[in-house]
């Protein structure tokens, strides 16, 4: 296994930690940055969040760098993106900070373009993620990072940027779904 694909997996590997430090009720108190109150759980959730969500940048870069772009991450870094950012955005429910509608309509988006990710692959195709889904991915790792620092958003940006930033994500995730499916249909028209 390259590097690449070993970055990729500690990008799966750092979710449990993620979810156990926002989910488990620690009592760490709050701190105080930018005159805004905020959880230390939430603070280090949000750093382990961005941590986890930059090695999508390292691995990327890597692999093309040294021509180190294989199927399995081509496979790999796309469901590493979709389970971080599918168990961020139901954390997020649970706490109350992100609307469940808007989450399901972002997962089933991620569940629908692996299915088709799957058909492919059953064709003998990878398909690696085009511009739009990297910009979807981004938006999205913006919005939960707002999101779990909103506090400390909202300190510095005196509107909703969180909840701005979430919209903005679940429009470039239905414009990418659109896409994906648009260019992959003929799939199931070579389904039996």
């Given at each position: ?96 900070f992100a609307p469940s509608w ?8 991620e569940f629908a373009v692996t ?78």
């Amino acid at each position: 296994m390259n590097l690449p694909n070993k970055i990729t997996i500690s990008r799966i590997l750092l979710i449990p930690f993620f979810m156990m430090i926002m989910l488990v009720p620690f009592k760490w108190g709050t701190m105080n940055l930018l005159g805004a109150d905020l959880p230390v759980t939430h603070f280090v959730g949000a750093l382990i969040f961005i941590l986890a969500s930059t090695t999508d940048w390292v691995d990327g870069y890597i692999a093309r760098k040294y021509n180190l772009v294989t199927n399995m991450g081509k496979f790999l870094d796309p469901l590493a993106d979709k389970l971080l950012v599918s168990a961020a955005l139901i954390v997020l429910v649970e706490l109350g900070f992100a609307p469940s509608w808007i989450v399901i309509i972002i997962i089933s988006r991620e569940f629908a373009v692996t299915g088709i990710r799957l058909l492919l692959a059953g064709e003998g195709e990878v398909v690696a993620a085009n511009m739009l889904g990297k910009i979807k991915t981004w938006m999205q790792i913006i919005a939960i990072s707002s999101l779990l620092l909103h506090n400390i958003i909202f300190a510095l940006i005196p509107f909703r940027f969180d909840l701005l930033s979430l919209w903005v994500a679940l429009i470039f995730t239905i414009w990418s779904g659109w896409d994906y499916f648009s260019k992959n249909s003929y799939v199931f028209k070579n389904s039996k």
